[in-house]
């Protein structure tokens, strides 16, 4: 089995020379992680992620696909991202399903010990949050300082699973 979890640039090229490896290897089970939304988004990462699912669906190898909604550490990141500069912008009409990525890696790792099953069902968070007023992030007035944590679907593991962001 391949568990096929990189990113990045290159994205499609670096797939291309994963299939041909597996094909030389014995046609093992692929199985791809991917985002939900990669077909409606039309963000070039997305556009990346969405053509290497379409070769490994049509690599004539065993696959699976799982899309998941965005990691609470992504979300958190791009809190402190935003936080960074003297005025915060917060996108509008935007809404998140964060999930704990342990949970994905745990059902990916399911399926890639599993019979190829194609695309699967999508994994996302428990429930979906919007950026301002949410338990996600809460954006405090002018010169206060926000604070933006996990809202884990599961108890925290750590301290550290929140975060100030001044």
Known sequence: MIVHCATGLGDVAAARHLIAAARRAGRPHLAYISIV?????????????????????????????????????????????????????????????????????????????GPPAGRVPDMGGPRSEAPTGSPACTWPPAGAVARCCRSASRAPRSPDSAAAIT
């Open 37 to 113: 939304g990669v077909d409606r988004i039309p963000f070039g990462y997305y556009k990346s992620k969405l053509a290497v699912e379409r070769q490994v669906e049509s690599s004539g190898l065993p696959w699976t696909v799982l899309r998941a909604t965005q990691f609470h550490d992504l979300i958190l990141g791009g809190c402190q991202a935003l936080a960074g500069v003297p005025v915060m912008l917060v996108p509008g009409r935007v809404a998140f399903q964060p999930i704990d990525a342990g949970e994905v890696a745990g059902r990916l790792a399911e399926l890639a010990a």
